[in-house]
């Protein structure tokens, strides 16, 4: 009788009405999130001269692929960029979450004797900067990072709010007295950090993790600067060209004779190609998303401590 009131009166259990009127909030909800994504994808597929006459649909009259095709004359160089964008990002993201992980978890220990140094020196660059001259200077005469692979990668591996957020998740997560047990056990600093704190740390790095990949896969800023060989151009930087391209011919097409205006203009699926271009730089990652989700749960469970 006892346990078939428990089951009457739990507090946490939802009605049915409620579970169906949230079910379809939730749903609601994710929807509007992921049907522009969708809407984008339609339109690279519309034929260019339905969009003229009809505008944007759901369901377009008369499908094509020639945006994709038009993007697609880059050949080779569209595969490269890929690669290079894969690279930059793989690597990239592993560099900036073990630079910034080990960084906060300095300034995480109160033992360290320069903590407070370098937390305001990198608090401190979150207020100035050098500028874009002496950082130009930097990477690509000290440094030596012109059109190398790592001039995509170390003038982004390390913010400044990324590591305060480490070390706030530290903080909160990591009990010093299983640090101080590492220490008698005989662990230095860093494989107290490898083996000891990542476990625990996985959902706080899995965070910035995404962020850092975010970063690193819409970058194109770098390689405009510091980038100027076809084999080491990311695949951000080769789509805002074909963008920039298209872009002046349209808007040049007027100084053309008049037959030459009519055949460049009908070949340039204008409308069609920009959504192709977002499509082409953002389903990838939007694919490797559920991946990454996977690394929140199991660092909610791994390294679980009781004190």
């Known amino acids: 009788m006892a346990e078939v009131m428990r089951k009457k009166y739990n507090p946490h259990r939802l009605s049915k009405h409620w579970n169906v009127l949230l079910n379809v909030i939730l749903g609601s909800?994710?929807?509007?999130?992921v049907f522009p994504v969708i809407f984008v994808v339609i339109i690279s597929f519309t034929d260019e001269q339905t969009l003229a006459l009809n505008g944007y649909s759901i369901f377009p009259e008369k499908w094509s692929l020639a945006a994709y095709r038009f993007i697609w004359k880059a050949g080779e160089q569209l595969v490269q960029s890929y690669w290079v964008t894969i690279q930059v990002t793989?690597?990239?993201?592993?560099?900036?979450?073990v630079i910034m992980g080990l960084y906060a978890y300095?300034?995480?220990?109160?033992?360290?004797?320069?903590?407070?140094?370098?937390?305001?020196?990198?608090?401190?660059t979150m207020l100035f900067n050098g500028g874009l001259i002496p950082t130009y200077m930097v990477c690509t005469q000290l440094l030596r990072l012109r059109n190398t692979l790592w001039g995509l990668i170390l003038p982004s591996s390390i913010n400044a709010f990324y590591i305060f957020v480490l070390r706030s998740f530290y903080r909160s997560s990591i009990p010093e007295s299983l640090i101080d047990a590492a220490k008698i056990d005989g662990a230095g600093e860093f494989r107290t950090f490898f083996q000891i704190v990542f476990p625990i740390a996985?959902?706080?790095?899995?965070t910035i993790g995404l962020f850092c990949t975010l970063q690193y896969w819409?970058?194109?800023?770098?390689?405009?600067?510091?980038?100027?060989?076809?084999?080491?151009?990311?695949?951000?930087?080769?789509?805002?060209?074909?963008?920039?391209?298209?872009?002046f011919i349209v808007q040049n097409s007027g100084r053309l004779g008049s037959g030459q205006v009519q055949v460049v203009l009908k070949d340039i699926p204008r409308d069609a190609a920009r959504m192709a271009l977002v499509t082409l730089a953002t389903v990838p990652l939007a694919f490797a998303y559920p991946f990454f989700q996977r690394y929140f749960v199991q660092g909610l469970t791994i390294g679980a401590v009781k004190e």
């Not at 996985?202 to 899995?206: K, T």
């Not at 800023?221 to 060989?229: C, Q």
Request: charged residues 20%; glycine residues 2%; contains cysteine.
């Open 29 to 33: 909800f994710t929807f509007t999130c």
């Open 90 to 97: 793989v690597i990239g993201t592993m560099v900036s979450v």
């Open 106 to 124: 300095a300034i995480f220990r109160k033992e360290f004797r320069y903590r407070k140094f370098f937390t305001f020196l990198i608090f401190f």
């Open 202 to 206: 996985i959902p706080g790095l899995a």
């Open 218 to 247: 819409n970058d194109w800023f770098n390689a405009l600067l510091y980038i100027d060989v076809a084999s080491l151009t990311p695949l951000q930087t080769m789509l805002h060209r074909i963008e920039t391209r298209m872009e």
